[in-house]
């Protein structure tokens, strides 16, 4: 049962199945109590599964009734999903001819709003076996080099270019040069589709890049596409890829209720702000800046912000340069400045943002915070994964919409106060705050579990375990995908349960109610973990958790 007058419905075509893509926007969603509808799992692939973009498209067009908007990855439309845009199973003419659905599905849907996303081709290849690891960073080198060579002319770089085409083979070069071409058509023609209004609003995302690279010149032809049809209110080029379908379901939804949040911003140094992140090409402020307005927002210095974004900048070096001495020292005393900022200016309206080091949160943030005058279940949002783009976008659209649902509960407060609700209402209301909490929660404790948890600790100590003990490789765990997943599983569970013993369990999230009715919701014992490598492979996992909540009637 809705909080709203009516359901709303958004349609809804992943990157591809990963849980960032399919499982995320779902519990956002949930949180604000919208119904997002994806195609069937079987056909959107895995990892060595091509997805099926014929019947996706076939499944867009299929869809009835009250639709609200449909969010829609135009990589997963063309290619096949993300993995699949790197190579060249579609041919340029196929993938173009696949975008032909969105005049369809804009003439179906009428009124309803088409949100799209499409990523700008990272620097390297994708490394998903020893044999193409070997040329992931020789590529990444390629393409920036060659930039740097061919487009500005620097000589000093040609004998390195030379060396670097001698040692990649031909093949791969070329199949790399030729998706770059075609998926910048494909962008072109995701351009001239909003420019018809087939699309309402298009999301270029850049994806793992640098400060050079083959993209730039790519980004530089977007931008004057989007210029000469003059529809740049309706088109943003950023850095980002696997957070775009949660930002764009923040922003119809900002939209959709005509709430524009403002946005405070603290670095946790000023030197770090206008660093460029690992795997970004523009100084980690602008990022910032892009983030805020993609997910239909609006940057303020006021502090009444709506929502504080605290953000631990990127640093120089590796994390082990920080491990001991006077650099642990300095990054401890940063970030419990940070964290100190941030509880002094909006204790109650914290998102937080850790971009310090790609891949995983920065254990000097996650120590501090543990013994701050912050509390991990109070926060807003957390998000510590992947890229800085990856972390900006999910913390802000996860923020963003926890700030509604809290209105949302308050909305509950107001009905039971200026109306005579029924007991099967009030029960109806009741149960969707409590799923509501329920989401926001899973998302929260889980951002901490797998960004922080495992992303930081057991994944590093377990891919020791896989290539030293199994003797197998990280890149595919086939042979050894049971054995592996059950040694995640029994580190992660443990780990979890004492985080939530210590920073979630009995905790009180809200307040329902008023006056003499007034009750909490509080959080009781996490009975389970579930934890799957959803790729079998170790850059990710799924999970799921099962834990309660108490309805606790005030003054208990």
């Known amino acids: 049962m809705s909080l709203r007058h009516r359901s709303h419905r958004i349609i809804y075509v992943p990157l591809d199945n990963r849980p960032c893509n399919a499982r995320f926007p779902g519990l956002l969603a949930r949180m604000v109590d919208f119904e997002l509808v994806m195609p069937p799992l079987d056909i959107l692939g895995e990892a060595r599964q091509e997805a099926q973009p014929s019947r ?15 969010i829609i990855s135009l990589d997963m439309l063309a290619y096949g999903g993300l993995v699949p845009s790197r190579t060249m199973n579609a041919a ?7 975008l032909d659905v969105l005049a369809r599905l804009r003439e179906q849907l009428g009124e309803a709003a088409v949100y799209a996303f499409s990523t700008i081709m990272r620097l390297s290849i994708t490394a998903n076996s020893s044999e193409t690891g070997r040329y992931w960073e020789p590529m990444r080198q390629y393409s920036e080099i060659s930039y740097r060579v061919n487009r500005l002319g620097q000589a000093e770089y040609e004998e390195r270019l030379r060396e670097l085409e001698e040692q990649i083979p031909a093949e791969i070069i070329s199949d790399y040069r030729a998706a770059r071409e075609r998926n910048h058509r494909v962008n072109l023609r995701a351009i001239d589709e909003t420019a018809e209004h087939h699309i309402d609003f ?51 939804i900002h939209r959709h209720m005509l709430k524009t949040p403002t946005v405070r911003v603290l670095y946790s140094s000023e030197e770090g702000a206008d660093r460029i992140a690992t795997f970004e090409d523009r100084p980690l402020r602008q990022s910032v800046e892009a983030h805020v307005a993609a997910v239909g927002a609006e940057l303020t210095e006021r502090e009444e912000a709506d929502l504080l974004l605290a953000v631990n900048a990127p640093v120089e070096g590796q994390r082990a340069d920080y491990q001991r001495g006077a650099a ?19 204790p109650q309206r914290i998102a937080l943002a850790d971009v310090a080091f790609p891949n995983g949160a920065d254990e000097a943030l996650m120590r501090e915070l543990r013994h701050s005058s912050l509390q991990p279940h109070r926060l807003l949002s957390f998000a510590a994964w992947n890229t800085a783009g990856n972390s900006l976008g999910s913390a802000l659209a996860h923020g963003t919409l926890r700030l509604i649902a809290l209105q949302d509960k308050g909305a509950f407060d107001l009905a039971q106060l200026l109306a005579d609700i029924s007991p099967m209402r009030y029960l109806e209301l009741l149960n969707s705050v409590i799923d509501s909490e329920r989401a926001h929660i899973e998302f929260l404790f889980g951002r901490f579990v797998d960004d922080w948890l495992y992303q930081s600790r057991v994944r590093t100590e377990v891919t020791e375990k896989v290539v030293e003990l199994l003797q197998a490789s990280v890149f595919d ?44 919701l509080v959080l009781d014992a996490l009975e389970e973990t579930r934890v799957r490598l959803p790729w079998r492979r170790l850059f990710e996992v799924e999970l799921d958790f099962k834990f309660g909540v108490e309805l606790v009637p005030g003054g208990q």
Do not use: K
Request: with cysteine.
């Open 56 to 70: 996706i498209a076939d499944w867009l067009v299929q869809q009835h009734g009250s639709i609200d908007c449909a």
């Open 92 to 98: 340029p003419e196929t993938a173009l001819e696949r």
């Open 202 to 252: 298009l999301a270029l995302t850049q994806e793992d890049a640098a400060e050079y690279g083959l993209h730039i010149d790519e980004q530089e032809r977007l931008r004057d596409r989007v210029a000469s049809l003059n529809i740049d209110d309706r088109v943003m080029i950023y850095p980002g890829a696997d957070e775009a379908g949660m930002t764009l379901l923040a922003r119809f």
């Open 328 to 346: 642990r020292d300095r990054r401890r005393r940063e970030v419990r400045n940070l964290l100190r900022n941030a509880a002094a200016a909006a």
């Open 477 to 520: 765990l086939s042979t050894s995908y049971r054995q592996t997943e059950r040694m995640v599983a029994q580190e992660l569970s443990a780990a979890a349960s004492d985080l939530w013993t210590d920073h979630f369990l009995a905790q009180e999230m809200v307040q329902i109610g008023i006056d003499q009715s007034r009750s909490s």
